[in-house]
């Protein structure tokens, strides 16, 4: 055995260095379901910035020194607090934040979000079904983003008014119907958070023929 380290060495060090960068400083992140659509689709693959928030210990939860605080609208991703699924949602609540669904509409601090841009479009649900969806955009406190509505689905589109405890972020799902997010599974602490989603790296049309979709290599999300 000592005579195997001692001769793969330099490959064990790059092993080590990658496995570092990979949990202290930079990752992707495949996206395998349609919980963010329209923004991200299944067969994306997203550059995600460990340190844009935190400084943790490599392997662990463990914050060593905040360097920001997330924001209102941010797509981050996280540890399920249920059992520790990695996974990508919108930051949509903030600590201290008064949050509210009603048949849909989100309420921040009692003020409604604005929604225009309808387009109903075709979108796929399950294996090989299909349904209508609603494309909206979505405005609250000057951020704006794309969001989806499933007509056809019954979905936990009203809770609350609930407060955001401190240290705490809620998070919802682009595709707000299809989403197994803070509805379902309460509030993410702070340090639960891996990083903050940047960009699409690559996609691929893995729903269907697994051709690249070169036209979202590189796209900044927002």
């Known amino acids: 055995m000592k005579n195997w380290i001692k ?21 992707w992140n495949p996206i395998p379901s349609g919980s963010m659509r329209p923004n991200l689709l299944e067969g994306d693959v997203v550059f995600v910035d460990r340190l844009a928030y935190d400084i943790k210990i490599p392997l ?31 930051i949509v609540a903030l600590p201290g934040d008064r949050v509210e669904m009603r048949d849909e509409v989100l309420f921040i601090n009692g003020r409604a979000a604005k929604y225009d841009a309808r ?14 969806a609603m494309h909206l955009t979505e405005t609250v406190d000057h951020n704006t983003r794309q969001i ?8 936990r589109n009203s809770f609350g008014p609930i407060i955001v405890p401190q240290g705490n972020y809620l998070m919802l799902g682009d595709n707000r ?11 993410v602490p702070r340090n ?17 023929d697994w051709m690249p979709r070169t036209e979202r290599f590189g796209q900044r999300l927002q």
């Open 192 to 208: 639960l958070l891996i990083g903050q989603a940047k960009r699409i790296l690559v996609s691929a049309n893995i729903k269907g």
């Open 177 to 187: 119907d299809n989403s197994a997010d803070s509805r379902y599974f309460g509030f």
């Open 60 to 90: 662990t939860d463990i914050i060593v020194a905040h360097i920001a605080d997330p924001k209102r609208g941010d797509i981050v991703t996280f540890s399920s607090p249920t059992n520790g699924t990695r996974l990508i949602k919108r």
């Open 7 to 27: 001769n793969n060495r330099s490959y064990l060090i790059l092993l080590i260095c990658f496995g570092v960068f990979r949990t202290a400083i930079a990752d």
């Open 119 to 132: 387009e109903i479009v075709s979108e796929p649900i399950g294996a090989s079904d299909r349904t209508d």
């Open 148 to 155: 989806q509505l499933l007509p056809a689905l019954a979905a």
